[in-house]
Nanobody, 124 residues
Framework: QRQLVESGGGLVQPGGSLRLSCAASGFTLDYYNIGWFRQAPGKEREGVSCISTSGGVTTYVSSVKGRFTISRDNAKNTVYLQMNSLKPEDTAVYYC?????????????????WGQGTQVTVSS
């Protein structure tokens, strides 16, 4: 059974940092672009970042550029999202997803497999 499991969420003060992990089981992530998405209460799901299969291409939504960094370790079958300088507006449930289409995208409809999400709360 193919599964993605996110971890690393939690409560952090504004300006703090968290590192989210997305681990795959039942399949290898080598052939998948991986996207990070988030959904805040009452809002639509938003694409945050994407990393290509090789890691050579990364994209970010403008609101997180310069603060978030996506990376992958195919040997560990895991993708990471390092989040620095967190703001209250980053509060959301964060999801990772896997996509086999060509090219990196934060369009949710492309993605085949999704994790269950991890809560990130930025508050003082």
């Amino acid at each position: 059974q193919r599964q993605l499991v996110e971890s690393g969420g939690g409560l952090v003060q504004p300006g703090g940092s968290l590192r989210l992990s997305c681990a795959a089981s039942g399949f290898t992530l080598d052939y998948y672009n991986i996207g990070w998405f988030r959904q805040a209460p009452g809002k639509e799901r938003e694409g945050v970042s994407c990393i290509s299969t090789s890691g050579g291409v990364t994209t970010y939504v403008s609101s997180v550029k310069g603060r978030f960094t996506i990376s992958r370790d195919n040997a560990k079958n895991t993708v990471y999202l390092q989040m620095n300088s967190l703001k209250p507006e980053d509060t959301a449930v964060y999801y990772c997803a896997a996509d086999r289409a060509i090219g990196c995208s934060t369009r949710a409809a492309r993605y085949d497999y999704w994790g269950q999400g991890t809560q990130v709360t930025v508050s003082s």
